[in-house]
């Protein structure tokens, strides 16, 4: 939450940031007296520049009333160098990679203690995927994250060890056993989950480097891995290396 922009003196710059900055990954829909209250600004202002920011597209009030992000801050997110750079060195394998497997494949890069999704292509199989662009999502849960997770720096493993969450029944929550996998995943280069995010749902990930640096994750969707493990594991490398000569 921000703070001190209720004064005379705060500008009208840091109090747009302050309603801006009053969502995150915890609080993706909020009502007007929500957002005054975590931007320390009296509601008559929240009002009048959620309007503003609204008319231009900053925000979304849904039907409910409830205030979101708006698409024209995404659409500006994504000329940020590293996300463009990727996406689009990324874009042409990912579909190739969806058209060798016709399943839903996955880009995403480390956000903090989350997964964020830069590209999604979805699949054929009715598979329930709960992921989209632009959303965030638990390293621990997802392949693409554990990816990341076992490629983060120590302070951010030890974050999320110490709040692994459990989201269906067959989510890793005992630090040891993921600490392990984060082992493994380093070793043999890849990583899968079985319904950890969603029930119905299994995957498969791999690293995707820019020279010795870890930069993204290149994940696939499926309904089981009971016979196409490694076949997903070959296309998925395949794919990551061609990204990764692309952005070098």
């Not at 209720?6 to 829909?29: C, E, K, M, N, Y």
Request: positive net charge; charged residues 15%.
């Amino acid at each position: 939450m921000a703070g001190n922009t209720s004064h005379p003196g705060a500008s009208v710059t840091s109090r747009v940031l302050a309603l801006i900055g009053s969502f995150d990954a915890d609080h993706r829909q909020l009502t007007l007296t929500e957002i005054a209250a975590r931007a320390d600004l009296p509601k008559p202002t929240t009002h009048r520049l959620l309007a503003e920011l609204e008319a231009w597209g900053a925000v979304a009030r849904l039907p409910c009333g409830r205030y979101v992000i708006g698409r024209k801050l995404w659409d500006l997110g994504l000329l940020a160098p590293v996300q463009t750079g990727l996406r689009e060195a990324a874009s042409p394998f990912l579909h190739d990679l969806y058209g060798a497997t016709l399943a839903t494949v996955h880009l995403a890069v480390r956000d903090g203690t989350q997964a964020l999704y830069l590209d999604r292509l979805a699949g054929h199989a009715s598979v329930p995927v709960v992921s989209r662009i632009g959303a965030r999502l638990p390293l621990h849960a997802t392949g693409v994250g554990k990816v990341l997770l076992a490629h983060a720096p120590p302070e951010i493993r030890h974050d999320v060890l110490s709040n692994l969450t459990r989201i269906t029944a067959h989510t890793v929550v005992q630090p040891g056993v993921m600490a392990g996998q984060l082992s493994r995943i380093h070793r043999d280069g890849y990583a899968s989950t079985v319904e950890e995010l969603t029930l119905g749902a299994c995957s498969v990930a791999v690293p995707v480097s820019r020279g010795t640096d870890v930069v993204a994750a290149l994940g696939i969707v499926v309904p089981n891995l009971k016979q196409s493990r490694s076949a997903l594991v070959i296309a998925l490398r395949v794919a990551a290396r061609g990204i990764s000569r692309t952005l070098s």
